[in-house]
């Protein structure tokens, strides 16, 4: 019977097709899974999995890697560094630099397409200084356009660029002239334009808008976290979302001062926005509000400080939230933006939000509702305090089935046991002169111990997710640190009878000591301050007073007069420094007056400069989210000392990792300034290259015509590391 045949039997013809077709679908997935060739998003793609599904590089040839270019800013300076996760689409790598220039370059052997200098848009001062800062830039939004162009986002102090991938010069069209400045229409009701505004990590894109977060100075007096969207070809604002709520929205009543939101800022979404884009669903992850250490003037649980956001993408209408800290006294800001995850709980996939947390936690949250995946509990936590008008928060929440993944306590026993027994001895005595206890100790004029450390636990680096196994892996810093507070009187402004010289040191103490130390050598990552004069003259330093740079906020509430008495304090300037200090008074609300003040925030260290807690400084973790269970934990990074008496102690880290299809994890991030490729099932080290300067900044993976690239940006810098300038690419040898 011609043109029938039996069910169940397939001719010839037909399993061929079957089988080119099976072939092609697997073709499909590998060379664009999920867009996965491409490196299209901050993170890789907008649920930030920080995944790549590519495998051309695997466990038994990752040691062949080499480096395949290698492209120079040639704009470092001695105090320099590059953070970014450089994007790349259609064959184009597109980075930031040390000075913050955005380039294009040929993704497949680093050759330069174009370069754009902000300093070009930006009005620069009489002496051709910049006068924008230069704020730590991690990344930056793209939006395809259907021409071929493609608008790309990216944030220089205050402003925010649109710059065009065809021409690298800014778009006109967007805001005044291709930018925008984000203290505009913030709160038109609140001066802000003496305060820092900007953003480290890119905005994400949904549709035609440009959705973004802020970093914020984190003082008495900062600018609120709203959370706004814009137009990505006028620059007009759609919409904003109040982060400090107003009277009438939803989480107001969790401040007992009903005034609190007209003065208090942050609750900022520094870390940047994860996107649901079926369900057009946008993520946030907010910061503490300020000022960091002292609650007295934001009695309550602060909402939406320390939370997980979920908002309406397309309107900025609340949806969600989940607060992960009450009332946060010690910088337990929310690092990283949630991750998009689909994990198995009762074999049922479940669609969840994870938040990873500098205080060694991990929140799994139903993407719909933001109900716990797995139950948190409210457990009770120390409230005694020596700060009067302090209110701790009697319970913090506490997640059960996943484990923490960084160390919660430090006793006595823990003390580094790699020192002298000098050094031993000193540390001990010093650490029994602090206030202690279990986490959430509250801060104190005696200084409490601190661990997890104000930088982590996790970091902005943020983790990385296997779809396939359903394994998250993140990098965590063990890092104790000293917060000490101090009367308000003991830094009180300066007196209009002094001179330069002991104005600038009162002003110093006020403002600078609590990060550089009063006798200014520095800690951690706050640098020393000893012998300025050799790296600023006077404008310089003022320039950078002003702006600020990366991490150190601009201090735009000091006067002319106030930056010079500093200047003739730290630059030693003598011939200003017997001249009398003329004080220029400017008006500041009283509700900026608090009894107390950051006294220094420092690490605990060993007299040697090694951390005062027994190793690991710094680990990798594998942690399985369908079981709540950690597969593996590996020390992250090498100190030289140590490494050649066989131990392995891991360091501070900063930047994160992906992990491939092919089986890998790849991350950077150590003070060894080196690049890893780890076994992601067992954690073991299959490749290790030591870079031109530190990796602290999360790689991304890509593939030109085939071939498979992972790129780390060089910028150093950090953790008293040299500074650098390189991107460097690295693949497998051409055949």
Not at 189 to 214: D, W
Not at 274 to 286: H, I, N, P
Not at 537 to 546: H, I, T
Request: hydrophobic residues 35%.
């Amino acid at each position: 019977m011609i043109g029938k045949r039996p069910h169940g039997i397939i001719n010839a013809r037909t399993l061929v097709i079957a089988i080119l077709g099976i072939l092609f679908i697997s073709f499909v997935s590998y060379q664009d899974p999920g867009n996965n060739y491409d490196w299209p998003v901050y993170g890789g793609g907008k649920e930030r999995l920080q995944y790549s599904a590519l495998d051309q590089i695997n466990p038994a040839n990752v040691k062949d890697l080499e480096v395949a270019w290698i492209y120079n800013t040639k704009d470092s300076d001695k105090s320099s560094q590059i953070q970014a996760n450089p994007l790349i689409v259609d064959g184009v790598l597109y980075g930031v630099t040390a000075q913050l220039k955005l380039f294009a370059a040929d993704a497949a052997n680093g050759n330069e397409k174009w370069v754009f200098n902000p300093a070009d848009s930006i009005l620069v001062d009489n002496s051709g200084r910049n006068n924008y800062g230069i704020n730590a830039c991690r990344g930056l939004a793209l939006y395809k356009k259907d021409n071929g162009e493609h608008l790309l986002f990216y944030t220089v102090g205050p402003s925010l660029f649109c710059i065009s991938s065809k021409t690298g010069k800014p778009v006109k069209t967007f805001g005044r002239n291709g930018r925008i400045i984000l203290e505009e229409g913030l709160d038109p009701k609140r001066n802000l334009k003496h305060l820092r505004i900007t953003s480290t990590t890119p905005g994400i894109i949904f549709k035609n808008l440009l959705i973004v977060g802020t970093s914020l100075s984190e003082e008495e007096e900062a600018a609120p976290g709203h959370i706004r969207a814009f137009d990505v070809h006028t620059g007009a604002m759609k919409w904003l979302f109040r982060t400090i709520p107003a009277p009438g929205e939803t989480g107001f009543d969790s401040w007992e001062d009903p005034n609190a939101y007209k003065f208090v800022g942050g609750a900022n979404a520094w870390g940047g926005l994860t996107l649901d884009e079926k369900r057009g669903m946008v993520f946030a992850s907010t910061g503490t509000t300020n000022p960091d250490f002292y609650g007295g003037k934001r009695k309550g649980d602060n909402l939406f400080g320390n939370s997980v956001l979920a908002l309406d993408a397309a309107t900025g209408k609340y949806r969600w939230h989940f607060q992960t800290i009450h009332h946060d006294l010690w910088d337990w800001d929310l690092p990283t933006s949630p991750v998009l995850v689909t994990v198995r709980k009762d074999r049922k996939k479940v669609d969840a939000v994870v938040q990873v947390t500098k205080h060694g936690f991990i929140f799994m949250l139903d993407r719909e509702t933001g109900t716990p995946v797995y139950p948190v509990n409210e457990k009770a936590v120390p409230t005694d305090s020596d700060l009067t008008g302090e209110q701790p928060s009697p319970t913090q929440p506490f997640p059960t089935v996943i484990p923490a993944f960084a160390r919660q306590s430090f006793t006595e026993a823990d003390l580094n046991p790699l020192v002298p027994d000098s050094s031993k001895a000193d540390l001990k005595q010093r650490f029994l002169s602090y206030k202690r206890g279990p986490m959430f100790t509250t801060p104190s004029k005696q200084g409490t111990l601190v661990l997890p450390g104000l930088t982590g636990g996790a970091e902005w680096g943020g983790p990385s997710f296997d779809p396939q196994s359903g394994i998250l892996y993140i990098n965590s810093t063990e890092m104790p640190w000293i917060i000490t507070m101090v009367d308000a009187k003991d830094k009180a402004a300066p007196a209009s009878n002094q001179t330069n010289l002991e104005a600038g040191k009162t002003l110093f103490t006020r403002n600078c000591a609590g990060c550089h130390g009063a006798d200014r050598k520095g800690s951690g990552a706050f640098p020393a301050l000893l012998d300025l004069e050799k790296r600023y003259d006077e404008a310089g330093f003022k320039e950078l007073v002003s702006s600020g740079r990366r991490m150190m906020p601009g201090f735009k509430n000091l006067s002319e007069a106030d930056k010079t008495a500093i200047a003739s304090y730290l630059l030693n300037i003598t011939s200003k420094q017997d001249k009398k200090f003329v004080q220029e008074a400017r008006v500041r609300d009283p509700f900026y007056n608090t009894p107390y003040r950051l006294g220094g925030i420092k690490q605990f260290l060993t007299k040697e400069g090694h951390p005062g807690i027994a190793p690991p400084w710094g680990t990798l973790n594998a942690i399985d989210l369908n079981k709540g269970k950690i597969l593996w934990k590996k020390p992250l990074g090498d100190v030289p000392e140590f490494k050649a008496k066989g131990i392995t102690t891991g360091t501070e880290n900063y930047g994160g990792s992906v992990v491939t299809a092919g089986g890998l994890v790849f991350i950077a991030a150590t003070k060894d300034e080196k690049f890893r490729a780890f076994d992601k099932k067992t954690g073991k080290i299959l490749f290790e290259a030591q870079l031109p300067a530190g990796g602290y900044a999360t790689p991304s993976v890509y593939s030109v015509n085939g071939k498979q690239y992972i790129v780390i940006a060089c910028g150093g810098g950090k953790l008293q590391t040299k500074s650098g300038d390189s991107y460097v690419a690295f693949s497998l040898p051409s055949k």
